[in-house]
């Protein structure tokens, strides 16, 4: 599976977009991109997932780069609840394994 | 999206007895199922991937006779933490995995050990 990087932290007002950003530069061209999130002392939480067009769902947007080497997921509106750590995993198509990065842990403030 | 269980959400033993942990796909059923183990402000670790009706695989470093998985049906996975010592002491999260398609690996609320 392609590494993943992402920073450690971000903060963000609450009602103001949240833009996480994720590098994966030695992707696959058939590994997918995945986003979950962990609020803390819960399961992780599935977000969104995409190859290589730009998705969106009742919960984030995730903008891919043409290259598909960086993504982006946005939270359009972020409210408190979103305050949680938020992981990008890179991986093939019907691979099993998720490897957890340290992922970015991202502060929604009033 | 899809529902994983897990019984008990916290559990308290002794040293030395085993623990049994369950992990319930509540409306799919789940070919794949994992475990990870999760230490304080750390990243979720993976323990070991189970297929259902076959021999679970171990990542490096796991003790496949101390942590024992057993993935009888499509819907039921269990992780036995066997002779549990204080060390064990962690948050245990199991993840499903369905049949088809891009599958997405959906994970339940965790369960915290704390072993005395």
């Known amino acids: 599976d392609a590494k993943t990087t992402q920073p450690p932290s971000m903060d963000c007002a609450e009602g103001r977009a949240a833009n996480l950003p994720c590098n994966h530069s030695?992707?696959?061209?058939?590994?997918?991109v995945y986003w979950y999130r962990q609020i803390h002392s819960q399961g992780p939480q599935y977000i969104i997932h995409g190859l290589k067009n730009n998705e969106t769902n009742e919960m984030a947007s995730l903008i891919i780069t043409e290259d598909r080497k960086s993504s982006t997921l946005i939270l359009p509106h972020a409210t408190l609840r979103d305050t949680a750590v938020y992981y990008c995993?890179?991986?093939?198509?019907?691979?099993?394994?998720?490897?957890f990065g340290s992922g970015t842990k991202l502060n929604v403030k009033p | 999206g899809a529902v994983v269980s897990q019984h008990p959400s916290w559990v308290i033993c002794k040293s030395g007895t085993s623990v049994k942990i369950e992990c319930r796909s509540l409306?799919?059923?789940?070919?794949?199922m994992f475990w990870y183990r999760q230490f304080p402000k750390q990243s979720l670790m993976l323990m070991a991937t189970?297929?259902?009706?076959?021999?679970?695989?171990?990542e490096q470093g796991v003790e496949k006779d101390k942590f024992l998985i057993n993935h009888a049906s499509l819907t039921l996975s269990t992780l036995t933490v066997t002779s549990a010592h204080p060390e064990d002491s962690s948050f245990y999260i199991c993840s499903a995995r369905g049949r088809s398609g891009v599958e997405t690996q959906y994970f339940g609320p965790g369960t915290r050990l704390l072993v005395l």
């Open positions: 409306d799919f059923q789940a070919t794949t």
């Open positions: 189970s297929n259902e009706g076959s021999k679970a695989t171990y």
């Open positions: 995993i890179a991986l093939l198509y019907n691979f099993n394994k998720f490897y």
């Open positions: 030695t992707i696959s061209g058939n590994e997918y």
